[in-house]
């Protein structure tokens, strides 16, 4: 059976690299070699980059409301202006979504490696 697609999107020291790389690397060869592990696989590597992404813009806008409240010269209206960030919310309720997602996505994962130990406990 031909390796995951994982295994063939980089050389190999640009993967080692990338830390979500190298985990969805060792989930996959840990799981069956089968169609539906290297697609389980490529959602949890998607979701945890968004993820991070999102983790990401929350980080920038805490960052940035660091920065406005260090002015030396704060006005009403910077402290509102920096307080309403629709974005952040936007992002905090996808990143909620995501983690859901990768919950279900692990339990797939967990189901499919006990499906393989089983299988090699039989033989």
Known sequence: MPPPA???AAPAPLRRA???RVAMERLARSLPAR?????????LEDDLREGLDALGDVEAHFTDLLD?????????VE???????????????????????????????ASLKQQAQAATRSR
């Open 68 to 76: 406005t409240l260090r002015a030396e010269d704060l006005s009403p």
């Open 18 to 20: 990338d830390p979500v």
């Open 6 to 8: 994982l295994a063939l």
């Open 79 to 109: 402290l509102l202006e920096v307080g309403e960030d629709l974005r952040v919310l936007q992002r905090l309720d996808y990143l909620h979504h995501l983690i859901v997602q990768l919950r279900k996505r692990l339990a797939q994962a």
């Open 35 to 43: 169609t539906d592990s290297a697609v389980l696989v490529d959602l």
